[in-house]
């Protein structure tokens, strides 16, 4: 019994502290045909992060559009993921994704660059806390698989820690730049 009253207590400061923002996406009206006509109901798409590297998407049906958004809010913070960032602000590498017909293609940029993406896309990397980014997005503009799109590059996205933990290695020799050889330096010069 006092477990549980622990996990209540748990669970209750978690929902007290706002530190996820969400961003609503989309809201579709959807109607059931039945017998005496149609019902109507509504369909919510919701990403939230907490603009420090976690991100995740949710969706949610119900008959009033602020129950929907509430089911997807709860739903997004569920389905939370972690990606690295380079200096807080943008991506550690190009990398692309795909989910269904969407594809996505997101690129590095220098700092001042801002947030270059289309609608779904932009309210992902605004709840990640990504500051400088450039994305396109290539196939559909169906904005539920623009996000799982994203979401599945973010998923593929690593740090140079983790590349070096993965590799057995120190993180200064992942990032060492390869040496050259001075030949080619002196016959450059020598032509010059």
């Known amino acids: 019994m006092a ?7 748990r669970r209750d400061s978690r929902e007290e502290t706002p530190e996820f923002a969400d961003r609503l996406v989309a809201i579709n009206r959807v109607s059931k045909t ?5 019902r109507f109901g509504f369909a919510a798409l919701v990403v ?22 509430r089911k997807a809010t709860e739903q ?24 269904g017909a969407g594809k996505v293609v997101m690129r590095t940029a220098v700092p001042g660059t801002g947030i270059i993406a289309g609608g779904p896309m932009r309210a992902v ?15 559909s503009a169906n904005p539920y698989n623009m996000i799982r799109a994203t979401i599945d590059g973010l998923k593929r996205e690593s740090s140079p820690r983790m590349v070096a933990q993965r590799r057995g290695k120190k993180v200064a020799e992942i990032l060492k730049k390869p ?14």
Do not use: C, W, Y
């Open 3 to 9: 477990e549980r009253d622990n996990r209540r207590d």
């Open 34 to 38: 039945v017998k005496g006509g149609k």
């Open 48 to 69: 939230v992060g907490d603009q420090r590297g976690r991100v995740g998407f949710g969706k949610g049906k119900a008959k009033e559009v602020p129950e929907a958004i």
């Open 76 to 99: 997004a913070k569920r389905s939370l993921i972690r990606v690295p960032l380079r200096d807080g602000r943008t991506l550690h590498h190009d990398t692309h994704g795909r989910h």
């Open 125 to 139: 990397f605004e709840m990640l806390g990504v500051q400088d980014v450039v994305a396109k997005s290539l196939g």
């Open 179 to 192: 040496e050259t050889d001075g030949s080619t330096e002196t016959a450059a010069t020598a032509e010059a």
